[in-house]
């Protein structure tokens, strides 16, 4: 498959929108694409009638992109400082006197999706190309904070999509999956977040999203055995239709 072609016509976010509009439009976009057949979405209302399941699409969505991450500094250092007191051990003694300061930089460092927009991302990566031939790009790898924990979650990321006169680099697609795992998350709004930002970027025919993933909030804690997985998968427009087109991309993902 090939990224090269005519450059895309994706202007649309050229000048600045803040973060918040942007996943909004997302939003909204991804819902009519998978909702267009049924007509069950509403979307001036932005409002299902009878699918609850599809409501909490908006919940976890970042509203501000942080900035200055810097200054959060030194008030992280004191609450690292405090937690090391609270846990019993002296923040003073050698070999801690500077964890806080790591600790808070590693801390912004493990969510520093939150200071990146999708517009920003996708510039200058979406090309038009005659292609309807399914894409995938498979196990690309993922580190991500279990949001009820603040421990890690790690794994891999398989996307398809079929093309519909867009297609996008594919580097790009492994820096989306960067940008919503570098926040605190819940594996199955990542895997959603993910497909609706691929259906925002190129208005695919469809797009599948499957994460497996091993949290440590399970594996150190006992309740879960230290290799299983936890999978979830996101299928949008032919893809959670056509049963043919979601086989083929799993079967894919299999080889
Ligand atoms: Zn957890």
């Known amino acids: 498959m090939s990224t ?4 895309g016509e994706y202007n649309r976010h050229s000048s600045e929108v803040d973060t918040n509009k942007v996943e909004k439009d997302l939003i909204i976009q991804a819902r ?3 909702q267009s057949k049924s007509g069950v979405f509403d979307p001036d209302e932005e409002t299902y009638r009878g699918r609850s399941r599809s409501v909490d699409r908006d919940k976890g969505l970042p509203t501000i992109p942080r900035q200055d991450s810097d200054a959060q500094i030194p ?3 004191d609450s690292y400082r405090s937690l090391l007191k609270s846990v019993g ?3 003073n003694r050698q070999g801690l006197q ?3 300061e790591r600790a808070a930089k590693a801390l912004m460092f493990f969510t520093k999706g939150y200071e990146e927009k999708l517009q920003d991302l996708l510039n200058d990566a979406i090309f038009d190309e005659d292609h309807d031939e399914m894409v995938i790009v498979r196990d690309i790898e993922m580190f991500s904070m279990c949001e009820h924990h603040l421990v890690p979650f790690v794994g891999k990321v398989s996307i398809g999509y079929i093309p519909n006169k867009r297609v996008i680099g594919l580097s790009k697609v492994a820096r989306i999956v ?3 795992s570098r926040r605190l998350q819940v594996q199955e709004r990542l895997t959603k977040q993910i497909a609706l930002a691929l259906t925002e970027a190129v208005k695919p025919t469809g797009v599948g999203v499957v994460i497996e993933a091993s949290h440590m909030c399970m594996v150190m804690r006992g309740v879960q055995k230290l290799n299983s997985q936890t999978v979830t ?10 049963s043919k087109t979601r086989e083929e991309f799993l079967t894919l993902l299999r080889r």
Do not use: H, I, N, Y
């Open 75 to 77: 008030t992280m250092e």
């Open 233 to 242: 998968s996101c299928m949008l427009g032919v893809f959670r239709e056509d």
């Open 32 to 34: 009519k694409l998978v």
């Open 4 to 7: 090269e072609g005519k450059r």
């Open 89 to 91: 051990e002296d923040p």
């Open 178 to 180: 960067e940008m919503f």
């Open 98 to 100: 500077k964890t806080p």
